[in-house]
């Protein structure tokens, strides 16, 4: 898929991904226009431009993987840091106060529990506490009436990264299938009987033995002869 100018940084992304989103976005769009142009190519046989796009696909798949991999970097990183904050807050109630307090709370219906955490952030952290059997309600259900009726920064800073880990997986897909389609126009039987044009190069001077060993026993090996020496 081409990105349009208003999708290269994402949709809904953050600060924190937006370049890295751009640049392995016209990466991909690179790479279309790329393989799009190589097939209009009437100047050479399908089988010249195997090694082309056999080419395009490893540049697309690994100059595009630096960026894909900073981003996750990227939302691990923030992912422990809301961690710790988390952490942090439920470390900040013993379970003998949140037992005491959500015993006052016994006799309302869920309703009335769930007005009532909103109303106190220390009900709220109560409930986050205490066991789901005790609560009526699940850890991650609680945490997250805690989180949202009470912590509006972390709230802002998981919704953000709820939106960008969503960029995250569509870049990273959008990668890989770009990748898989310059892949079907490869001719794997042209790649198979190629001839390798790097034989043709001049090889740098043998520094070490080893090195004069390993070049001795590929032109023996080239000539069907047995290695004289070990490599």
Not at 138 to 149: C, E, P
């Amino acid at each position: 898929m081409n990105y349009t100018s208003n999708m290269l940084k994402g949709f809904g992304t953050s600060s924190h991904i937006q370049n890295m989103h751009y640049r392995a976005a016209l990466k991909v769009n690179d790479a279309i226009e790329t393989h799009k142009a190589l097939l209009a190519d009437r100047t050479r046989t399908k089988s010249e431009k195997a090694p082309m796009l056999a080419k395009l696909q490893k540049k697309l798949e690994a100059e595009a993987q630096r960026d894909i991999q900073n981003i996750l970097n990227n939302l691990n990183a923030r992912a422990d840091e809301l961690d710790k904050k988390e952490a942090e807050i439920l470390s900040s109630m013993s379970m003998t106060d949140a037992l005491s307090l959500t015993a006052a709370m016994k006799g309302m219906d869920a309703g009335e529990m769930i007005a009532a955490t909103r109303e106190s952030k220390e009900l709220a952290l109560a409930m986050a506490i205490v066991p789901s059997a005790l609560s009526g309600f699940s850890k991650d259900q609680a945490f997250k009436t805690l989180i949202d009726a009470h912590y509006p920064d972390i709230k802002a800073a998981t919704d953000e990264m709820a939106s960008d880990f969503r960029a995250y997986e569509s870049l990273r897909n959008n990668v890989e299938n770009t990748t898989r389609e310059i892949g079907y126009d490869v001719d794997l039987k042209a790649l198979e009987s190629r001839f390798d044009e790097n034989k043709l190069e001049v090889s740098p001077a043998p520094k070490t033995m080893a090195e004069q060993n390993a070049e001795l026993a590929r032109l023996e090996r080239s000539s069907g002869i047995e290695p004289s020496v070990s490599e």
